[in-house]
């Protein structure tokens, strides 16, 4: 499979814990994004980077998540003293800088439960 | 007002039936334009690019108006399998994506 895919699929963690999350983008794209998704909401984006770069992280994004993408490759995403709010799907996408830079491809997500 | 508003339906058509969705959108998100497709806990996947020409893809067609700032997606002789929700996107010139709630479509038998 060539796709973007995520790890976990499902986390169950309890408030207060720490938890992160892996995503593999598509090999040859350089573009990788963070999502945050609730139910019947649309994609919230978190960060974006390009190669190793983190270009841009919303201001909605609270110092307990950080993300990282070190080689330019995979990412990873941490959420630490989870909070019940915290509670949704997180998806990555990756594109790619050539033909059609904006079109993003998705991973299957990984739903997080704070209790 | 949102960067990009639709209308968060439902709709529910009988299948067979040829339904269309818009879209508006604000100066910020007005570099490119997609719309996504998302089954139900799943994630969102890419349906079509929209192009100012306007783009048909076997059933399922885009249009483009600058002019009045909107984006819509017709879908021809709708099936069961067409289901789902259709999120239309925005990109601006920071190459970030805007996202509508999403229009729910439930085609019946």
């Known amino acids: 499979d060539t796709g973007v895919s995520q790890d976990p699929r499902h986390k169950i963690t309890k408030r207060g814990q720490n938890v992160t999350f892996r995503c593999d983008p598509i090999s040859e794209h350089n573009r990788l994004y963070w999502y945050r998704q609730t139910l019947g909401q649309g994609p919230e984006f978190l960060t974006y980077?390009?190669?190793?770069?983190?270009?841009?992280k919303s201001r909605l994004l609270s110092d307990r998540f950080s993300a990282e993408r070190p080689k330019g490759s995979f990412s990873t995403l941490e959420i630490q003293r989870t909070e019940q709010g915290d509670s949704a799907m997180y998806l990555c996408?990756?594109?790619?800088?050539?033909?059609?830079?904006?079109?993003?491809?998705f991973g299957p997500g990984t739903r997080l439960t704070v209790t | 007002r949102k960067e990009v508003e639709q209308d968060p339906g439902p709709f529910n058509v009988p299948e067979g039936a040829t339904v269309a969705f818009n879209c508006t959108y604000s100066?910020?998100?007005?570099?490119?334009f997609f719309w996504y497709r998302q089954d139900c806990r799943k994630e969102p996947k890419l349906l079509m690019s929209v192009y100012s020409s306007g783009n048909e893809d076997g059933r399922f067609t885009a249009q483009l108006n600058r002019a009045s700032q909107y984006i819509s997606l017709l879908i021809r002789d709708s099936k069961l399998s067409d289901s789902a929700t259709y999120l239309c996107v925005g990109a601006g010139n920071n190459r970030k994506l805007i996202w509508g709630l999403g229009t729910s479509l439930a085609v019946n038998p």
């Open positions: 100066n910020s998100a007005s570099q490119s």
């Open positions: 996408a990756s594109s790619s800088r050539g033909a059609g830079p904006y079109e993003q491809y």
């Open positions: 980077f390009q190669n190793e770069a983190q270009l841009e």
